[in-house]
């Protein structure tokens, strides 16, 4: 009996013993076991934290834009401004104005059986404007004091009148151009007089330009800078039948002299 008490007191203190030994290791290698115990867990957690949620999708995330990515904005919002400056590849529509002699205001010269200045004007007007506008040209008709005269800014401006209707002498025929003293207008001058002659056949009547066609109101109202002529297409008495009959002729060479300076003919 003795025996077997030994036996269980050695046993104990062998028990004992091994726990003195495993206590007294982790005791002196806490720090190491420590570091361990630290590192596992931030792994771990790393791994946890980062690990997408297991929905059954593909745990690689693509991202729509990249440019989400580890970026924020660097520029810095500015109020909306008002737009003024017009671009380079836009173009304002070619304009020309076509003053109608002596229209919403008086008759001009008038004819024995009645014909006016006025009318034949407007008919020789109609036809241009019909004719550059088959070409693509945005054309105005004018009365002859019309208020959009003042500054009117456009590629040029023509007024259309034509010459007495009293039979004066047999040279009082043909056509004649006064240009704009105030705005360049010599390549419209050109261009309308070398076309007028060449659809009309008329010759040029330089002789008879009177003050009121030199110095036209027109041109001192315009906006400096826009092109402007006053042409008499021809004398009602001799020429009438080239002002009625074929109006077509002088509306073409005026609507060729048009195309001519916008560099279309
Ligand atoms: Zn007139």
Same mark, same amino acid.
């Given at each position: ?50 690990? @997408? ?25 500015? @109020? ?12 304002? @529509? ?52 019309? @208020? ?118």
């Amino acid at each position: 009996m003795r025996y077997n008490i030994d036996i269980m007191q050695r046993e104990n203190q062998d028990i004992a013993t091994n726990n003195f030994f495993l206590w007294r290791f982790i005791v002196q290698n806490m720090p190491a076991l420590l570091f361990l115990l630290l590192a596992a867990g931030g792994m771990m957690a790393t791994y946890f934290f980062f690990t @997408p949620a297991a929905n059954g999708q593909a745990s690689a995330v693509v991202l729509p834009d990249r440019q989400v990515i580890l970026s924020g904005p660097i520029f810095k919002l500015l @109020p909306a401004r008002a737009v003024i400056q017009r671009f380079a590849q836009s173009l304002p @529509p070619t304009r020309i104005a076509i003053i109608s002699g002596h229209m919403n205001n008086d008759a001009g010269a008038v004819c024995d059986d009645g014909l006016t200045e006025a009318q034949v004007n407007l008919d020789i007007a109609l036809r241009v404007a019909e004719q550059l506008r088959e070409r693509g040209v945005r054309v105005l008709i004018f009365a002859e004091f019309d @208020p959009r005269l003042t500054n009117f800014s456009g590629d040029a401006l023509i007024s259309i009148h034509a010459d007495s209707c009293n039979y004066v002498n047999d040279l009082a025929t043909g056509f004649k151009i006064s240009p704009s003293p105030i705005s360049d207008s010599e390549t419209l001058y050109n261009c309308v007089e070398s076309e007028y002659e060449a659809a009309t056949g008329m010759t040029f009547h330089a002789n008879t330009i009177t003050p009121d066609m030199a110095d036209y109101h027109a041109f001192r109202e315009l906006a400096v800078g826009t092109p402007a002529i006053i042409i008499e297409t021809g004398f009602m008495n001799l020429d009438r039948e080239m002002l009625t009959v074929n109006a077509e002729k002088p509306a073409t060479g005026i609507a060729n002299g048009i195309l001519c300076f916008l560099g279309e003919r």
